[in-house]
């Protein structure tokens, strides 16, 4: 979907701002809305591309207002009220009132190391060849799906070469919306900074994009 | 103070208290309800918070830098290569290291969200997931880099990654000058989160000294 959340190429927002000696949580609130978010994610009640979708389909206005652990918290309640795993009632009040939803799994304390070792890899086994060789001429579609992607509209429409093949790897469009993992092959598209900008470059810079093989046409 | 300073400048002053409770009453919920193991939070934060940072990246750059064969390995196959160092697991599932040179300066962004190699880098940082960075890193990578004060090589062209997918890049930045002879361990010592972030380049032995004597 073309949200708030897909910001390649736009301006605006003024320069870069590191912070000195930053650390990894500014306060208390932000370690726990990571932590909840991360132990949800192994509830298997949803996937990492819901969750993405569930960020992005925030307000524009809201999303781009928020800071990155407020987006989170954001679409932690949304995945937590569409999943009917808490209600209105008891999010607002912070008192359980409905049974609890019996879950596949909850990431016990025990169980953390493992499981954050093990990840959880996109990779797939497809019996399809790949439909572009290294160095092929391919154009990014331009597509505009209300829907979750992964295709940046910057790169929307313009022509790159196939730099590398990543293998075959779980579609978001489709896993992002309950339609399963529909594994498709994955390459890194190499897209000239003249072909996506529109100025010339005498430096040669270019932008790699990984993209999906139904992302792509031959050009 | 500085964090005072954050709030305000993001306009976030007011709500600070009110989302603390926010968060605060969302956690007892869902304990309470079963859906999270309390000591299971705390082993996260604490992971990622104390144990999981940009160091471990550092010791796959430095063994890069001093074993031909580990860099090699680095370059065909990075997730093995990286796994090898004890490196592995949620979000880094599928590692490519992205070699600078006199040539090439690599540089990587998650444009859609804050896609980062969480193994070897730890959490991001927050202008990593801001829109300024986010924003420009593809379409003025040079303004950007001219931001964070990093010059690089005159004539070398810059390859911006946008980790649009589940591939976690890895900037291995060029070997200082005046490093030879060192030790892996000394040689960590230069590389910075954002020399591995390509946004920076690692620092010279000068300025490693100059940071320590700080």
Known sequence: MNGAQDLGGMQGFGPVAPEPDEPVFHTEWERRVFALTVAMGFTGQWNIDISRHARETLDPAQYLSSSYYQIWLAGLQKLLLRNELVSRDELASGKVTDPAVELKSILAAPEVARMLGRGGPSQREVSSEPAFAIGATVRAKNMNPPGHTRLPRYARGRVGIIDRNHGAHVLPDANAHGQGEQPQWLYSVRFAAEELWGAPDPDGDAVFIDMWESYLDPA | ?214
């Not at chain 2, 309800?33 to 082993?43: N, R, S, W």
């Not at chain 2, 290569?81 to 040539?103: C, D, K, W, Y």
């Not at chain 2, 062209?157 to 976690?168: L, Y």
């Open chain 2, 1 to 214: 103070m500085a964090e005072t300073d954050h709030h305000h400048d993001h306009g976030e002053g007011s709500e600070l208290p009110d989302i603390a409770l926010r968060v605060k009453s969302l956690e007892s919920l869902l304990i309470e309800k079963g859906y999270v193991d309390p000591e299971a939070l705390d082993l996260l934060i604490e992971t990622y918070e104390h144990k999981v940072g940009p160091r471990n990246g550092a010791a796959v750059v430095a063994r890069a830098w001093t074993d031909p064969g580990f860099k090699k390995h680095l370059m065909e196959d990075a997730g093995a290569a990286i796994a090898s160092l004890g490196f592995v697991g949620r979000q880094g599932e599928h590692m490519v290291a992205l070699e600078n040179t006199p040539e090439t300066h690599n540089m990587v962004v998650c444009t859609l969200c804050s896609c980062y190699p969480w193994p070897v880098l730890g959490l991001p940082p927050v202008w990593y997931k801001s829109a300024p960075y986010r924003s420009r890193a593809v379409g003025d990578p040079r303004g950007v880099l001219e931001e964070f004060g990093t010059q690089i090589p005159e004539g070398s062209a810059v390859r911006v990654w946008d980790s649009t997918a589940e591939i976690r890049y890895l900037v291995i930045p060029m070997r200082p000058e005046g490093t030879d002879g060192w030790s892996a361990e000394q040689l960590a010592e230069l590389v910075t989160r954002n020399s591995m972030i390509g946004t920076g380049v690692a620092l010279t032995p000068e300025q490693l000294e100059a940071s320590q004597q700080a």
